[in-house]
């Protein structure tokens, strides 16, 4: 209930808590820290806060709920025109949750794709963590060369195209000949660079190995993984296929 004092209504520490949806004690420190000061006290020295108080204290609590602290509040306060730096600081505020949220978001990302690899781990153990974590810190080196590989597969493909149509519409069958002279070559070079920047994880064993050339090319693969014979502990079967780091090259 609020407290006449001749025209003016004043509210004690409980009451003004309970209109601004705060505890008792967050009242009591906003006026520790001197940006809710009451207006006045009583004859038995209860702290009473007027009407300004409670806007000041329904203002408080939504730069609060805004993410701004303590501090800066108290320095908006303290300025003759708060006006002037209402704005920079909520900029400011604004850029601080969009650093958070995208890092945020970074996490919950790593948290998603770590699930999706447990779920295609056969036997998940304390040390498929470490395969996973090597996995997702190559993917994106792994992509960027499974599209090097594609966008230079382009013009093959075209010159393919063009030797056919021309094949049918005007019998110059021979430029399938000149393609695939370009595209023999072209196979043979891809794979190459494609098997020297692969590596391999061997999920029993978790060995990090590179097959040779041969056994690679022909072995039975999916689009992730490749049925290899681990050098390290002989398992014979599918190995994750990671970016290979450059120190691993002399292994090739």
């Known amino acids: 209930m609020s407290h006449l004092n001749g025209n003016s209504s004043f509210y004690t520490t409980g ?8 505890s008792v004690r ?3 420190y906003y006026d520790d820290r001197g940006i809710l000061i009451p207006s006045e006290l009583s004859e038995g020295g209860r702290r009473l806060y007027s009407e300004e108080d409670l806007k000041r204290m329904h ?3 939504f730069l609060r709920d805004a993410g701004l602290p303590i501090n800066s509040i108290s320095a908006l306060f ?3 025109n708060p ?3 209402i704005s920079v600081l909520l900029e400011e505020q ?6 958070e949220l995208s890092e945020c978001e970074k996490k919950l990302a790593l948290i998603e794709g770590i699930k999706r690899e447990v779920k295609e781990i056969e036997s998940f153990s ?4 470490g395969d996973i974590a090597h996995m997702m810190k190559q993917k994106n080196k792994l992509k960027r060369m499974r599209w090097t590989m594609v966008l230079s597969g382009i013009p093959v493909t075209a010159l393919q195209w063009v030797a056919i149509i021309l094949g049918i519409t ?3 069958w021979w430029l399938l000949g000149v393609w695939a002279g370009v595209a023999i070559p072209w196979g043979v070079i891809v794979s190459i660079y494609y098997f020297r920047h692969a590596s391999y994880i061997c999920p029993e064993c978790h060995e990090v190995f590179k097959p040779k050339f041969w056994e690679a090319f022909f072995a039975y693969h999916t689009p992730r993984m490749r049925r290899l014979t681990c050098p390290k502990c002989g398992r014979k079967g599918l190995c994750v296929e990671v970016y290979a780091e450059k120190e691993n090259k002399k292994d090739a």
Do not use: F, Y
Request: aromatic letters at 0%; hydrophobic letters at 45%; a negative charge.
């Open 15 to 22: 009451e003004i808590a309970k209109l601004a949806g705060v």
């Open 26 to 28: 967050t009242v009591q």
């Open 59 to 61: 203002i408080i609590c």
């Open 78 to 80: 303290s300025e003759k």
């Open 83 to 85: 006006e002037s730096i």
């Open 94 to 99: 604004e850029e601080l949750l969009r650093a």
């Open 126 to 129: 304390v040390e498929s963590i």
């Open 170 to 172: 005007n019998g110059l």
